[in-house]
């Protein structure tokens, strides 16, 4: 594990963002608190590119709808809001 200030950050950016992709926990400190970096994984670039996408914002719009209309759906579970994801 590696602790850097905010200086140190700025002045060698790409070699602290190398050491967080290769694994090694990089964490900074600031007056503010402690924030660790983190390489972002295939899987939250998906899921950030669908909740920027039409499909996404034509989905919300039709739940929307349906809730202004009393038609809402309780969900419990995962199961159930996989079941209701498939459904749309």
């Avoid at 070699?15 to 967080?20: E, L, S, V």
């Avoid at 290769?22 to 390489?39: C, F, Q």
């Avoid at 034509?58 to 739940?63: L, Q, R, Y």
Wanted: aromatic share 10%; with cysteine.
């Amino acid at each position: 594990m590696t602790v850097i200030t905010g200086r140190q950050f700025r002045a060698n950016q790409s070699k602290y963002i190398r050491m967080a992709h290769k694994g090694e926990r990089v964490i900074l400190s600031s007056r503010a608190g402690y924030a660790e970096l983190t390489p972002i994984s295939e899987d939250d670039k998906k899921f950030d590119e669908y909740l920027n996408s039409e499909e996404f914002i034509n989905n919300s719009a039709k739940v929307l709808q349906e809730y202004k209309e009393g038609k809402g759906t309780t969900l419990r579970c995962a199961e159930d809001v996989e079941k209701w994801f498939d459904s749309l």
